[in-house]
């Protein structure tokens, strides 16, 4: 594993359990409360949770081995790959992973394929992608 950056952490499925454990608390400050109710809308926004952070996980990682980079989920073989040095990016240029544009908080690097045309790598931290590129590319 060359680069590695998850699409999301795991602790937003703190949030539901943590609105229910504050409604009830609420609840129970200025009358009776119900403790059904209440640990059914911890579920119910923990299961919400869980698919929102599961769906940025799969569209949102950026994974880099020495044979492939994955960006979301549409991965391409480092042999493709021609160049990630001095390459531009040109207007209208295909996004990785299917999107019209980079994901927010992430920085574009354009990659030039065999075939010569570029496309549109993310990261976070586009320097540590493009250094282990640089280790598996040879342009």
Do not use: H, N
Not at 90 to 105: F, H, I, Q
């Amino acid at each position: 594993m060359l680069y590695r950056e998850s699409g999301s952490s795991w602790w937003p499925l703190l949030w539901g359990p943590a609105f229910a454990v504050a409604g009830y608390l609420i609840e129970l400050i200025t009358g009776p409360a119900s403790v059904r109710l209440w640990t059914l809308v911890g579920l119910g926004l923990t299961l919400g949770a869980v698919l929102w952070v599961y769906g940025r996980v799969k569209t949102g990682s950026v994974v880099l081995t020495a044979e492939g980079a994955q960006f979301g989920r549409e991965k391409v073989p480092v042999a493709m790959i021609e160049a990630c040095r001095d390459v531009g990016a040109p207007t209208g240029a295909r996004v990785l992973g299917g999107g019209w544009s980079v994901p927010k908080g992430t920085t574009a690097v354009p990659l030039r394929l065999l075939d010569g045309t570029v496309v549109l790598g993310w990261a976070r931290d586009p320097e540590a992608l493009l250094a282990g590129l640089r280790r598996v590319v040879r342009g």
